[in-house]
């Protein structure tokens, strides 16, 4: 009975991260850094069941991954989703931004694309999304989201960032995404801004989840007052 209760603790401060990605891991192990929790990854458990991210909105996505993985593992998991709309196309790329260009396409040939889709179109109003999930096994999660708006550029700029940051221009600073330092862009970006109010409610989302789990748990059955009879009459 000992050995359950303390499990049931343990697993109240233990998350997973739905990625394999190490800096998104390092990342956030530093952002709750300060916090009582083990924060764990894909990696840590070996081979999983990919989710399947058939979501028409990040949100949609961002779920599917959190709750796949808190399901299959049975422990809180979190996972985010990310991308680009622009105006001119419909919002497009949108949740396809990863594979714009066609499945296991490059940053470059996604940039591409996205350059040559706007050929010619004024209106190059854009915005980053992201939302993160925060889930139980159960089904229930809390979610996170932040945007940042800009304007796709006509060309790349800037040798930093990854994905579509070297055509993203962000107008208060006035560069790319790719040229910000990574110190600023964690300010300012959709990402950056998700994280830190994720920070700011983590105590909240602790108790939170600790409620959840303690709800999904069975309550370990009483046999003390067994204790002592004889059953071999």
């Not at 990919?50 to 422990?75: C, M, Q, R, S």
């Not at 915005?127 to 979610?143: D, E, H, K, Q, W």
């Amino acid at each position: 009975r000992k050995d359950s209760e303390r499990k049931r603790k343990k697993m109240f401060n233990l998350v997973v991260l739905a990625t394999g990605n190490q800096n998104k891991v390092k990342e956030f192990k530093e952002l709750i850094s300060d916090f009582p929790v083990e924060v764990k990854c894909l990696s840590d458990f070996g081979p999983l069941p990919p989710a399947v991210e058939d979501g028409l909105t990040f949100d949609e996505n961002a779920y599917k991954k959190a709750h796949h993985v808190a399901k299959v593992l049975g422990i809180p998991a979190i996972a985010d989703d990310s991308g680009l709309s622009v105006k001119a196309l419909n919002g497009g790329p949108g949740v396809f931004s990863a594979r714009y260009a066609g499945e296991g396409a490059s940053d470059k040939e996604n940039c591409e694309k996205l350059l040559n889709n706007l050929n010619g179109i004024e209106d190059r109003d854009a915005f980053f999304t992201c939302v993160l999930s925060i889930a139980v096994p159960s089904g229930p999660a809390l979610t996170y989201e932040a945007t940042c708006n800009g304007t796709i550029l006509e060309s790349p700029r800037g040798e930093g960032g990854f994905g579509y940051d070297p055509v993203f221009y962000y107008k208060p600073l006035g560069k790319t995404f790719a040229e910000l330092s990574f110190e600023e862009k964690n300010e300012v970006s959709h990402r950056g801004k998700v994280l830190a109010e994720v920070k700011n409610e983590f105590d909240k989302i602790m108790v939170w989840l600790k409620q959840r789990m303690i709800e999904e748990m069975p309550e370990q059955p009483d046999h003390s007052e067994f204790e002592g009879n004889d059953w071999s009459e």
